[in-house]
């Protein structure tokens, strides 16, 4: 077992370093600013910044076709599990797998985390609910040998955190960014899509060490200044294997 660990450790350093906008990078974007339960407060969608998430990356390199959204009503449980199996059997092994959700957060009556689906209800989140179950029951068959990066701009999204932490279990390279920790509310501003948006565009005030490179760990404390002092929250971030360094994109300006 310790030469099999031993041999894989190489593969997966690799991995972690890998560039994460490639041919064959696949992502699943998911917004849902309004809900079938009406006792779910509504979003404005009003400069909504998920569909400008979906852009960016296609922006960042990653196929327009391997880009798959669901918006508001479209955003069902059973579609979103649906499309992110899809996308998970898609990404190649040595490939990276990017999640995005944006939308409703909540614990459960079992005390797990759920992500709001269009069609769920807070009463019976466990079932009808993007539960953080329900999603490595989705992607660990899936994701075993490829890279999992997970973001979320909701109310306990700090959840992913320990979803990330189940998948690299599973044989997985697998980290979360997000705008609370699992134990947080969020705001319902776009402060830390926004954010993300500004990585991904290469905005110059992200590059903290000057080497022209906007890195994972330089895009973790933008997003942990924005969210404490714009929002007066603590942002989540469970970075696991990947490098500090790790290239989000490439600084544009000065």
Not at 59 to 70: D, F, I, K, Y
Not at 231 to 240: D, I, N, T, W
């Amino acid at each position: 077992a310790q030469g099999a660990a031993a041999a894989t450790a190489p593969v997966t350093g690799a991995l972690a370093r890998a560039p994460i906008f490639a041919p064959s990078t696949h992502a699943l974007v998911v917004g849902i600013l309004e809900f079938a339960d009406p006792s779910l407060t509504d979003f404005s969608a009003h400069a909504r910044r998920d569909v400008e998430v979906a852009r960016a990356f296609v922006a960042r390199g990653v196929p327009e076709a391997q880009v798959v959204t669901l918006l508001d009503e479209r955003a069902t449980r059973t579609a979103v599990l649906e499309a992110l199996a899809r996308q998970a059997d898609a990404t190649p092994v040595g490939g990276t797998l990017i999640f995005y959700y944006a939308g409703h957060g909540t614990r459960t009556r079992d005390g797990d985390i759920a992500y709001v689906a269009f069609d769920t209800y807070g009463e019976t989140a466990t079932h009808s609910g993007l539960s953080i179950t329900a999603l490595f029951e989705t992607l660990a068959p899936r994701v075993v040998g490829k890279r999992v990066l997970l973001f979320a701009d909701c109310c306990h999204s700090g959840g992913l955190g320990d979803l990330a932490s189940r998948l690299v279990a599973r044989g997985a390279v697998a980290a979360s960014l997000t705008s609370a920790d699992a134990s947080n509310l969020s705001t319902g501003n776009w402060t830390y899509s926004q954010v993300l948006l500004e990585g991904l565009r290469g905005d110059a005030c992200l590059d903290a060490n000057g080497d022209g490179q906007i890195g994972i760990a330089e895009l973790d404390a933008s997003v942990k200044d924005a969210m404490r002092y714009r929002e007066g929250q603590r942002s989540g971030a469970s970075l696991g294997a990947l490098p500090p360094s790790l290239a989000i994109s490439t600084r544009v300006g000065s």
